[in-house]
């Protein structure tokens, strides 16, 4: 052990740890928040304070953090089988019985799944899979893959480059064939005059125009998460997927669904393409699969892509992919556990109840001068930061004003996300309705505070 080993949980992060999408000024400033544990909705520090999370960790822990049937789920499954693959024509009984239950719940009347340790693994999967179809069904060609700007697909190499993200460029990305197109936010993006209708048109024109100037017969697939999350809770204009849908189906392009946010409950359905009243070819899912006590990902193919995946991996005996915790026993277990919880138990009724007060609170924080918007679906929502609203001019990005709203939160013991100009609450499915209350008056306490200081 060096003698010279920092003394402090703070510091001991700080000198060892290699930050992700973390803003460092504030971290060098304030020091990292480092959790022992957590209880139901609120997470716990080294220090012994409580922090309501209405982030639900990374948009994943639904359930909150302690609850006894998932982590008894894991307990038995550690016990019985703690661990294995789905290589060679071996995998446990609780992968099967969960790709069952994946096929059941889905939209699709059959299909297939394959399973990844995380969405972004996942997506990435789904690109290869597309790819490899072309390959086999001699269209090698189609290789581009169609996203939005403000997509959030995740972060490995393909991934990252399916995301619409400006950050992604300090890594060279997006790789070539990566073709972001428009963000349906009407709000921020609609032009002087367009209605809502208008617009979504516009949207579907671009798109048409797009694979017309690229060529048909070179794209591989469109990837759409039905409420954009990481681009900062933004749901689809009026109609927009009823008016995309049919250009991809003319085009012969697959519509892939990334729910890895939007999945299991989060917008009000099981899936958000249910919300949204589209069948998808494919979806992507992941985080409240789990209720994010296990890292898992996975694709549910529709069944033309499941037949043609299958015929494709005849053809050459085997699909050449996957990793060594593919369909891990105990993820697996957990995750029939979460889904029975979610679906059975009660647990997605709950988030569309408490859906109403959750607008009502979001409406009511609009009402301040320096919110433009508040928007969202379900059991996720944004209020944007402007510094003047009738013109939707944003605050200086030097200010930082989400950032400093999220910080300030977290002194009051509350934890939410900020994104671009905007604040993002997706709380868990177990609050109570004093718990979010207790929610909206200390993020009302901070935005105060704030706007106090820069407006």
């Known amino acids: 052990m060096r003698d010279d080993v920092p003394n402090s949980w703070e510091a001991r992060a700080e000198e060892y740890s290699l930050y992700g999408f973390t803003d460092l000024p504030s971290v060098h400033k304030r020091g990292t928040v480092v959790l022992t544990h957590g209880e139901g909705p609120y997470i716990v520090d080294t220090h012994g304070k409580r922090y309501l999370d209405a982030n639900s960790g990374l948009w994943n822990m639904v359930a909150g953090f302690d609850h006894p049937g998932l982590i008894a789920a894991g307990q038995e499954q550690f016990a019985r089988f703690p661990g294995y693959h789905a290589f060679f024509g071996r995998m446990s009984d609780q992968t099967v019985m969960l790709s069952e239950r994946l096929v059941d719940v889905s939209p699709f009347p059959r299909g297939k799944v394959f399973y990844t340790n995380s969405g972004s693994e996942a997506n990435d999967t789904m690109v290869k899979m597309l790819w490899f179809l072309a390959q086999s069904e001699g269209k090698p060609e189609r290789r581009k893959i169609l996203t939005r700007v403000n997509a959030y697909h995740g972060v490995t190499a393909v991934s990252a480059s399916m995301t619409g993200k400006p950050y992604n460029s300090v890594f060279g990305l997006p790789l070539p064939g990566f073709i972001h197109l428009s963000c349906p936010h009407y709000w921020r993006f609609g032009e002087q005059g367009e209605t809502e209708e208008q617009f979504t048109q516009r949207m579907a024109k671009e798109l048409e125009d797009t694979i017309l100037a690229e060529g048909p017969d070179t794209i591989a697939g469109f990837f759409a998460e039905p409420v954009q999350g ?4 933004i749901p689809p204009s009026k109609g927009y997927f009823q008016a995309v849908q049919p250009i991809l189906k003319k085009y012969g392009i697959p519509l892939i669904s990334d729910e890895v946010i939007c999945g ?4 009000g359905n099981t899936w958000g393409c249910e919300t949204y009243d589209f069948v998808p070819d494919a979806i992507i899912s992941s985080k409240a699969l789990t209720a994010g006590y296990f890292p898992m990902g996975a ?7 499941a037949d043609r995946m299958q015929a494709a991996s005849e053809a050459i005996e085997e699909f050449p992919h996957g990793f060594t915790a593919s369909g891990h026993p105990v993820g697996c277990a957990v995750a029939l556990k ?6 059975n138990e009660g647990l997605a009724d709950r988030a569309r ?19 433009g918007e508040w928007r969202g679906k379900g059991l996720m929502g944004a209020l944007e930061a402007v510094k003047d609203k009738a013109t939707k001019t944003p605050f200086d990005g030097k200010l930082s004003v989400s950032e400093r709203i999220a910080n300030t939160c977290t002194d009051h013991g509350l934890i939410c996300r900020p994104l671009g100009q905007s604040i ?15 929610m909206f008056e200390k993020l009302e306490a901070a935005l105060k505070q704030v706007f106090a200081e820069v407006a």
């Open 353 to 371: 109840e408490l859906t109403p007060r959750f607008e009502a609170g979001l409406a009511r924080l609009a009402e301040n001068p320096n919110i």
């Open 264 to 267: 299991f409950g989060r917008t």
């Open 338 to 343: 979460a889904i029975d919880i979610i679906m």
């Open 299 to 305: 694709i549910i193919l529709g069944p033309d892509l």
């Open 424 to 438: 993002v609450l997706c709380p868990p499915f177990i609050m109570t309705e004093t718990q979010m209350d207790e």
């Open 230 to 233: 990481a681009g900062g809770v």
